[in-house]
């Protein structure tokens, strides 16, 4: 009755029970609280008595953000709106820290601890099998996932990183042990990389030649980066639509979205089916040549997909009003936002960084001032290259909202900011 929200909640339509088609009963939506993300930092040798003895810590937002660890591993990310994506990083004594994308309100997520010793027998492995010596693995990265169907362990998918298609998986037999004469995953599930290039991964699981699941992980060198690889049998279709950002009119954009296996035309709008896995997903996309080329980002559990596109010409009137200075090794963020005024910054930033931010608002007329308006949005020129995180902050409401986005060289990113 104060104006507060306590809770909040959302169902398909298509899900609903009917009859004969035309009336439709429900839906029936359990309010409960959720001002909170949960999850749950774990080591991968205890249980729950040596848990609450073992010191951990995380942070989120570029590190910049302490989180509180409970006695048995609970974490919870205060005030995060649902769908946001952060890095979660932990790490405890004697382990070798470990990081992993998250997106916030889906369902609990998890993140695991693993021992220094058995991350060293993981590179006398590699060391035998790839004829890479110790010395060039003392400081290095490592990725370790499960590949699941349903939530239960799957065997015969194989491994890749899109982004670096030489590194070779090494796969862990029906024991947990490390066999590098597997090809493929073992009843187990389990695979790992050790030495892939710092940075965002894009990994692909395959059966065969088949499409089964991917996940995308930020590698940094000293750390796990955990790369579970889920897939479900559940699917729902979810509409996309491309638009000019300002006008609304429909746009036809060749998209190529990592869920699927083939790009596909959207001429306006266009249906997918695509599988109820919470992840970081990211769409490419080739625009026409009045338009930006730019990356998108999605959940596949989202009911839709919007592709707001953006002018040539108006992102050019926007850098030369601004008086923006290029910077080599940077790339560009758009972000829109609809809910209420706010601010927007980089999570981790230093003051050496070039980034340069402007905001507009709904007709794409640059504001005045140091804060952005409802219905409008931001550009953020000259952001550095690598993993970097956009945090937009609610000026009335405080909540925070944010997005992992992987900048490239000369690369135009685009972000929705939702609350649903």
């Known amino acids: 009755k104060s104006g507060a929200i306590l809770g909040e909640g959302s169902v398909r339509l298509s899900q609903l029970p009917s009859s004969n088609g035309r009336l439709v009963y429900g839906p029936r939506i359990e309010i409960s609280p959720s001002p909170t993300s949960s999850g749950a930092v774990s080591h991968y040798y205890s249980d729950a008595k040596n848990e609450k003895a073992i010191p951990t810590q995380a942070t989120t937002f570029g590190g910049q953000n302490p989180v509180p660890v409970g006695k048995n591993g609970e974490v919870l990310l205060e005030n995060v709106v649902k769908n946001s994506s952060t890095v979660i990083r932990a790490n405890s004594p004697g382990h070798m820290p470990s990081s992993k994308i998250v997106v916030a309100g889906a ?30 693995l003392a400081e290095t990265t490592v990725v370790w ?20 298609p030489e590194a070779q998986a090494i796969y862990f037999n029906e024991f947990m042990i490390p066999d590098p004469k597997l090809t493929a995953t073992s009843s187990s599930g389990l695979y790992a990389f050790v ?6 991964h894009a990994l692909l699981g395959q059966r065969g030649e088949a499409y089964f699941g991917h996940q995308n992980v930020d590698v940094e060198v000293g750390s796990v980066a955990i ?7 559940r699917t729902e279709p979810v509409r996309i639509r491309a638009f000019d950002a300002f006008s609304g009119g429909p746009v036809t954009v060749t ?19 695509l599988p109820q896995v919470s992840r970081l997903s990211i769409i490419y996309t080739e625009a026409p040549p009045n ?3 730019a990356n998108y980002f999605y959940n596949d559990q989202a009911a839709y997909i919007h592709l707001p596109m953006i002018s040539q010409e108006w992102l050019a009137e926007i850098k030369a009003a601004a008086k923006i200075n290029d910077f080599s090794q940077t790339g560009t963020i758009i972000g829109f936002f609809g809910e209420e005024n706010f601010e927007v910054y980089l999570a981790n930033q230093i003051k050496e960084d070039p980034t340069a931010i402007v905001y507009f608002d709904a007709t794409g007329r640059v504001v005045d001032g140091r804060q952005g308006v409802s219905g409008g949005g931001f550009v953020m020129f000259n952001v550095p290259s690598g993993v970097q995180e956009t945090v937009v902050l609610g000026r009335a409401s405080a909540q925070i909202f944010s997005k992992v986005v992987p900048v490239d060289t000369e690369t135009v990113s685009v972000l929705n900011f939702t609350s649903y």
Not at 113 to 129: R, W
Not at 227 to 233: P, Q, V
Not at 261 to 272: H, L, R
Request: cysteine-free.
């Open 107 to 136: 369902r609990p997520f998890g993140v695991t601890l693993f021992p220094n010793s058995m991350i060293e027998a993981l590179k006398s492995i590699v060391e035998d099998k790839q004829s890479i010596s110790r010395s060039e």
């Open 145 to 164: 996932g499960t590949i699941t169907l349903d939530g239960k362990p799957l065997s015969g998918v194989a491994v890749t990183s899109e982004t670096e």
């Open 195 to 200: 030495d892939l290039q710092k940075g965002l």
């Open 227 to 233: 790369g579970d690889i889920e897939n479900t049998l």
């Open 255 to 273: 998209a190529s979205l990592q869920s699927l296996s083939q790009p596909i035309d959207v001429a306006g709008s266009a249906t997918v089916v």
């Open 291 to 293: 338009y930006v080329s």
